[in-house]
């Protein structure tokens, strides 16, 4: 992966990604790491993230592997704690874990709804809620209840969908959790502003990763159809955008807000 900023522009930082195995997650890994960052990547099996990790090259910093499910609280709580045993200081999270059970509404377990939810919603609270309550709160109380004004970069960057605004057709759970990761977003920004966190979030079009590999080639043509720039995206595109959103240099002033890469398929 090219380098997009100034080589080693994270040195000093660590970053959690959760979804980091495969995908837009592991995408992420490598743009993080190659620009110096510390990177703790969370997926559900440790041998899968050794493997993701053997195939990182040029990180300044080795990455460190921690297996848990986002969607289990007890597992949060202790990969939180494991980073912050390894470094003092987590300067953010990118919540990329996701999955997928489509079925249209009639053909819906509750089950799978309910899965769907806690894990892209679930796991997205459940990082939010553990990094404040174990490093960034008592920061803030240490500082006197004072905001945070130490020059220190801390991010939230979360991962929603075009279908979110859009819709679509067997997600009536995963457009759902997207919707929701968008409000929590927003609410993270305003409840999170005095530790000086950036709180965002990115909504992706179609993206080429395992997540799509069961939509047949006429789906993805119409997918690329539906797009301005007639395509899919590759996964180090998104990655490239996490970095900015990362990078104070580049979007120090931008809270709250849920950026759109979608190939121009929806405007808002
Ligand atoms: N691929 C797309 O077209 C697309 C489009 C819009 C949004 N997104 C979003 O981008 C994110 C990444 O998608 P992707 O395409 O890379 O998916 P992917 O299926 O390729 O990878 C998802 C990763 O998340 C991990 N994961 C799943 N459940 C987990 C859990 N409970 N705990 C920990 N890890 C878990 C998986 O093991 C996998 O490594 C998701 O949030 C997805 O909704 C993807």
């Known amino acids: 992966m090219d380098l997009i900023l100034r080589e080693n522009a994270f040195l000093g ?3 959690i990604v959760t979804g980091a195995a495969q995908g837009i997650g592991f995408a992420v890994v490598e743009a993080l790491a190659r620009h110096g960052a510390q990177v703790a990547m969370v997926d559900l099996d440790a041998g899968r993230l050794e493997e993701a990790k053997a195939k990182i090259e040029d990180a300044a910093v080795s990455p460190i592997i921690v297996p848990a499910n986002v969607s289990k609280e007890e597992d949060v709580v202790r990969a939180v704690s494991q980073v912050l045993e390894v470094s003092d200081c987590i300067n953010g999270v990118v919540n990329v874990a996701g999955i997928t059970r ?13 899965l769907v939810m806690s894990v892209h919603l679930g796991g997205t609270f459940l990082f939010t809620r553990e990094i404040a309550s174990q490093h960034w709160h008592p920061l803030f109380k240490a500082n006197g209840n004072e905001p945070l004004d130490d020059g220190v970069n801390r991010f939230i960057v979360n991962f929603s969908s075009v279908s979110a605004r859009n819709g679509n057709v067997g997600q009536v759970d995963y457009t759902a959790a997207k919707g929701a990761i968008e409000s929590v977003t927003r609410t993270t920004a305003r409840e ?9 979030a990115i909504a992706p079009g179609p993206v080429n990763t395992p997540m ?17 720039l007639g395509k899919v995206a590759e996964p180090s595109e ?12 580049i979007s120090g002033y931008t809270t709250g807000q849920v950026f759109a890469a979608n190939g121009g398929m929806y405007m808002a």
Do not use: W
């Not at 999170?192 to 965002?200: A, I, K, L, Q, W």
């Not at 998104?238 to 240099?249: D, I």
């Open 13 to 15: 930082e660590t970053h």
């Open 192 to 200: 999170f502003s005095g530790y000086r966190v950036r709180v965002n």
């Open 238 to 249: 998104l990655a490239a955008t996490v970095v900015g959103m990362v990078c104070p240099m």
């Open 212 to 228: 799509l590999a069961g939509v047949p080639e006429q789906g993805i043509e119409a997918m690329k159809r539906s797009t301005l």
């Open 102 to 114: 489509d079925a249209r509404i009639t053909k819906k377990s509750y089950d799978d709804f309910n």
